[in-house]
Structures are given as C-alpha cells and as structure tokens.
C-alpha cells in the first residue's frame, strides 16, 4: 500500500467514525416529541396510575434506544392529577399552553379521562384513551381511542361474556342479583348487566348499589342471599372486591356462579391474600398468562416491567393494565411513524383504518374509538393455594373462559367455595 | 326477604361493625371529645398503625392486634409530641381554631404523603389464623374478621373508661376537660395533662389501624372515609364522654347494617347521619353530654 492510499484509507475510517458518532449526536440534539398526560400518582387510583407510568417510561426508553419517533427523542411530561377529575382540566391546559406537548394521551380511569375531553376536543387533538369505560358515549369524539378491550358496546360487552357463559350452563340459571359500588365505573358495569340480564330473559332478584365508604359486606351479602339467586354479577372497586369476597365465604354464599366486574382480582397482592377464597370466582381480566394470549413481545415487556416495578410498592406482576398502558403509546407511536407526521387529522385517520400490532395483540379501533370487537376476558380462579404469590406469575390459575377464540379451558359449574 | 335470622344477623353484624367503629372513635372521644382539639388526622394515625401491623405481620408474622399493643406506646409518645408542636404553635398563642384545623390537615397530608413515598400505593392486607373463619350458634353467623376487632375495641374501651373514671391522670383529663383554669389554680399543670390525653388518643390509633387491617385491604389515603364517621359517632355520644362513644359507634354500625340488609346499602349512609342529625334536635349535647 502506497503512503497516499494509507493515507486515504485513514481519512475514510475518521470520516466514518465521525459520521456514526454524529448520528446519535444530532439526534440528543433534536427537540424532542413531547407526549403530554396526567396519571394518577396519589389517590384512590394510584395502584394503577404508577404502575402504568412505569410501562409508559419503559416505551420511551425503548423507542429511544431505537432512534426515537421522525429521528427525535421522545420525552413523557406529566402531572399527578392525585385521583381528582377536578384537577385534570388545568393539567391538560398547562400541558398544551405552558408545556407546549406535541401529543397528549388521557390518565387512567373513566373518571379522569371525561374531565379532559372538552380541552382535546376544543384543541381537535388526537387522544389515546386508558381504560375508561364509555368515556366517550355522550361525547362521540371521533378522535378518541381507547386501548381498553371492552368493545364497540362498552357498558354491555363488559358483562356479555359473564352472562352468555351462564346461560350455556345446565340447568341454565334464571335469576340474577346485581350489586354494585355507588361510583362511575361500578355503575356503568351494572347498567350493562341489568341489559344483558334483561336481554337473557333473567330474573333480576337484588339489584342495589353500595356506597364507596362500605366497611362490612356481610349484610350485603345476607341480604342477597335472602333472594337466592342462580347468579351473583358483582362491579365493585378493591377494596370492596375483596370485603365482597371475604363476606361470601363468611357467609357461605349460595349461588351458581359468581364475579363479573370485580376490580382488585387482577391485582397479585389482593390475589394472594385472598388465596383459595378465589377459586371459582369467574371475573373480567385483560391479559392473563395463560398460552392463547401469548402476544409477540408481551413476555418480553414484563419481564422489564418486573425489574422496574420492584420495590416500587405496585404490582409486581403488571398483569392488568401496564401491558395496555405500553399498547396505547406504540399504537401513537407506529401512527407517527407511518404518517411521517405529528398532525392530529392525518394520525386520527391513520388510526381509524389500521391494525396495529402491539404487546396486547392486534389492536383495531372501531368507529367510535373502542376496540372493533370485544377481548374483555372473562377467566375462572383455579387451584389458588393459600399465601403463594409466585403461583399467579404463570399459567393455570386464570382460566380463560370467554371469548372462546382466547379461551384457555372449560368453566368448573356450578360456583363452589 | 324479612325473616328471624336475616334480622339476627343483620342485628349482629351492626354490633360488631359498631365495635370496629368504636375503636376508631375512640381516640377522638378524647382529644377532640374531652380536649377541643379537631384532630382531624387521627384517621392518617390509624393507618399508619394498619401500616405498621402490615410489615410486622409480612416480615415476620406478627399476629396483627398483638403489633397493634405493642405499637402503642410509641404512638403515645408522638403524639405527646405533636400536641407540644401545636400548643407551642397555636394553642398558647389563641389561635387554636382555625390554624390548629389547618396543621391538622397538613399532618394528615404529610403522613399520607409519606407513606406513598416509602410503602407505594398498593393495598396492603394482613395474614392471621381467624381471618376468613366464622363461628356459626345457631343460624347467627360471627366472622371472626369482625369479632376479633369488636372484642379488642370493646376492652380498649374499657380500658379507657376505667383508666378516665379511676385513675388520678384520668381524673385530671376530665377536669382540665372541664375547667382548665380551675385545675390552675389546684396547682396542675393543664398542659402536661393535655400532652398526656393527647399521647393517650394517638395511642388507640395504633391498636384501631391494627384491626382496620384485619377487617379489609389498607392504602394511604383510606383513612379519609373514616373522618366523617369517627367525629359523627363523638358528637353522637356526647363530647368526652366514653360509655356514650361506644353506644353511638353501635348505633351507627347497627343501623347501617339493617338498612344495608332490610333496605339497601346506598341508604346506609344518609339514614346513618339522619339518626345524628335526629339524636342532636333532641338531645343537642348528645346521648351522654351534659345538658
């Protein structure tokens, strides 16, 4: 080799090495894409709240390391909305005046995301929703998608598994008692139920609702067994999932099935306190580790979520909503991407006509923003043994039982304790 | 639906709620009850009690009461403490009332704030032996998850009243209760023994927080449900008066129960405070203030 060739050899390597090392440079240097929301840090609500934070900050990170969104980096700017509707318009108007956000996504729960609306809709801002139920029924915002699996019939597709799995049972049941939390939510739940019992032709024998602040669920619990009904739906917050539950084996709760909307189940503290007083209960869920719901990266993603979640005082499994909350950014984030585009009419339109492919399988939204068709599960507690946290890390304790293209096995019928 | 055992047990399941309410109650019988003081985070105390029953019990398998008698004492001296804080604050210079309200808030935020900090926000719940049994005479049923906290309020209630009737402190509590200057001129130091009372109201926090935690799942901000409820079964009983707390806390429990039975639950509050509001137009004291 010739000294001018060495020498040019060696100008080339320098030119290379410089433009690799300039690459990740400009893009620390572009202004990043701004994904603006409140969550519930503090509060009734924040069980979930942080633990979905997690799930978003591990998609950041992710999507960083992969050169961003358009070549930028992606940076999360949020605010505790403490669990108060009343606080989520002013963090949205700052998020938007003073922030300056390039994209906003909703907090969770139907109760923090409804008090948003009008601001995104004002501002025609695309809004990944998280797990509201009918949040946006009065409202028929048609930028609003909701990662929630409940279907394009929220209120009624809720407790539609619940009730078409007893109704092929033999001998069918003929009557129901519906009970429920006094809060938006829990009433949301049993309005749809009262539908799908009504549809069914079922004899609703109790139907009443408790107020938030209840202690003891005995009573409760006495008094609808005094009506005996064939089934029992229950839509109901954690800590009264679990009174609800503790009371029914106190009681010695007599009926042929019983759940349907009981928040708290999903959660593994709850789950492992409650041990084998779960067995037989069939509830709503979302994601289950059970083999038909195996999605591309979801095992992956919570094995992350596993190692930041720690020692953080949530859930350790994040069964329930982070795999949505990380869902409701990739499906932004692949809108982005495709569009080439921060522009709200061209990202809703794009997510409108597509199936995007998320850690919670295929996502694709129906006219007004829900899910086209329903995945809300409804899975059976099985062989729970008592004070075992680690047993609800795998399969075989939540059956899947409805939708049947996710089911997972058969409904052990009638309830037993 | 109305039958014999559906009314025993509706009946039975008042009193032992009434029980559980008493023992949240009764450390606001005291402080604000007998001391005027609106300690309106008393409920934050009782869940840092359901807290550290909690880590006792999951890292060792402490039985959640015993944690509860065994927390009390510091509590005792915390709360001596905090009363020092706030008479040297507010009380001493006569503007105990409405920023002495507000330092009440702020403790309560501050413990809530805290406990999210270093716990999260996960409900915690505790493992015993009794929790989930229920002892069945005849066809009334006894969740041993209630009746253990009844049994447990109902001899720290009589605790209290034997110590408040017996005892020289318990006497002094009473008299600085009713006439501070009086109890001057006797040569007692009204603050000491108001230190002491309020050490004492902080001390059943623990022991309440311990039984909270066996009755159901605890988080930081829970204890805000109680406040209402706490200060309501006080006025009911009359202020500073023991035997009328534990009466009114039974009231209470026994009425929500049967309308959560007979007439629905969503009842159970409003007909609850409306038996309050009834109590009071008769008897504006309460069951068992003086006239």
Request: glycine share 10%; proline share 6%.
């Amino acid at each position: 080799m010739t000294h001018s060739r060495r020498k040019w050899l060696l100008i080339s390597v320098a030119l290379a090495a410089a433009a690799a090392l300039a690459a990740p440079l400009a893009h620390a240097q572009q202004k990043p894409i701004k994904i603006g929301f409140s969550m519930a840090l503090t509060g009734g609500l924040a069980g979930g709240g942080k633990g979905a934070l997690i799930s978003m900050e591990i998609w950041r990170d992710d999507v960083n390391k992969k050169g961003g969104l358009l070549g930028r980096p992606v940076a999360l700017v949020y605010y505790d909305d403490a669990t108060q509707p009343a606080n989520v318009p002013g963090i949205y108007t700052k998020l938007l005046e003073v922030d300056k956000v390039d994209l906003v996504v909703s907090g969770y729960g139907t109760n923090l995301i409804a008090p948003a609306m009008p601001i995104i809709m004002r501002k025609k801002l695309v809004f990944p929703a998280l797990f509201g139920l009918g949040a946006n029924e009065e409202f028929k915002y048609d930028r609003y998608f909701q990662i929630m699996p409940a279907g394009p019939a929220p209120k009624l597709d809720w407790s539609k598994g619940f009730f078409e799995l007893a109704m092929e049972q033999n001998p069918k049941p003929k009557s129901v008692a519906i009970v429920a939390a006094d809060a938006e939510f829990a009433l949301n739940a049993a309005e749809g139920a009262r539908a799908n019992a009504k549809k069914l032709k079922l004899d609703i024998v109790y139907d009443k609702t408790y107020p938030p602040a209840t202690t003891d669920f005995t009573p409760i619990v006495r008094a609808i067994q005094a009506t005996s009904p064939d089934i029992v739906y229950v839509g109901s917050y954690p800590p009264d999932s679990v009174g609800m539950v503790k009371a029914a084996s106190e009681v010695g709760l007599k009926t042929k099935m019983f759940g349907g909307g009981m928040v708290g189940l999903q959660f593994a503290a709850i789950q492992k306190n409650l041990g084998p007083l779960l067995n037989g209960i069939v509830n709503y869920d979302f994601w289950v580790p059970e083999p038909t719901l195996n999605f591309p990266g979801v095992n992956e993603f919570l094995a992350k979520y596993r190692v930041a979640a720690k020692d953080k005082g949530v859930d350790p499994f994040g069964h329930y909503l982070p795999p949505y909350s990380y869902a409701y950014l990739e499906v932004l984030g692949q809108a982005v991407e495709a569009t080439k585009s921060l522009d709200h009419s061209k990202l809703a339109a794009y997510m409108h006509k597509t199936t995007f492919d998320t850690v919670v399988g295929k996502v694709k939204f129906g006219k007004n923003g829900e899910w086209a068709r329903t995945r809300t599960l409804q899975v059976q507690f099985r062989d729970v043994q008592p004070d075992n946290l680690e047993q609800f890390a795998g399969p075989g304790k939540r059956i899947v039982l409805y939708p049947k293209e996710w089911k997972s096995g058969n409904i052990v019928f009638p309830y037993k304790q | 639906m109305f039958s014999a055992d559906l009314l025993a047990n509706a009946v039975v399941a008042g009193i032992l709620l009434g029980g559980f309410y008493a023992a949240v109650a009764i450390g606001l019988a005291i402080v604000f009850g007998q001391l005027d003081i609106v300690n309106i985070a008393h409920p934050a105390f009782i869940i840092v009690g359901a807290y550290i029953a909690y880590i006792l019990n999951s890292r060792f398998g402490f039985d959640p009461v015993l944690v509860g008698l065994l927390a009390a004492p510091a509590f005792f001296f915390v709360g001596a403490l905090i009363y020092r804080v706030y008479f040297l604050a507010f009380e001493r210079t006569g503007q105990e009332s409405l920023s002495g309200l507000a330092f009440f808030f702020g403790v309560m935020f501050i413990i809530e704030v805290v406990l999210i900090l270093i716990y999260g926000v996960d409900y915690r719940l505790v493992q015993a032996g009794y929790i989930g049994q229920t002892w069945r005479i005849g066809f009334v049923d006894f969740p041993l998850r209630m009746l253990v906290p009844f049994a447990v309020s109902a001899a720290l209630t009589a605790a209290i009243y034997a110590y408040m009737s017996h005892t020289f402190m318990g006497r002094a509590i009473q008299a600085v209760a009713q006439d501070r200057l009086a109890l001057q001129l006797m040569g007692a130091d009204p603050v000491r023994i108001k230190q002491w009372a309020f050490g004492l109201g902080i001390a059943t926090a623990a022991i309440a927080g311990s039984l909270l935690i066996i009755i159901g799942p605890v988080e930081p901000s829970v204890g805000r449900l109680y406040i209402g409820r706490a200060f309501a079964i006080v006025v009911l009983g009359g202020m500073g008066s023991i035997k009328g707390m534990f009466i009114a806390a039974l009231i209470l429990g026994i009425v929500e129960s049967m309308v959560a039975t007979f007439a629905g639950p969503s009842w159970s509050p409003a007909v609850a405070f409306g038996v309050l509001a009834l109590t009071l137009a008769l008897r504006p004291a309460g069951l068992f203030g003086r006239q």
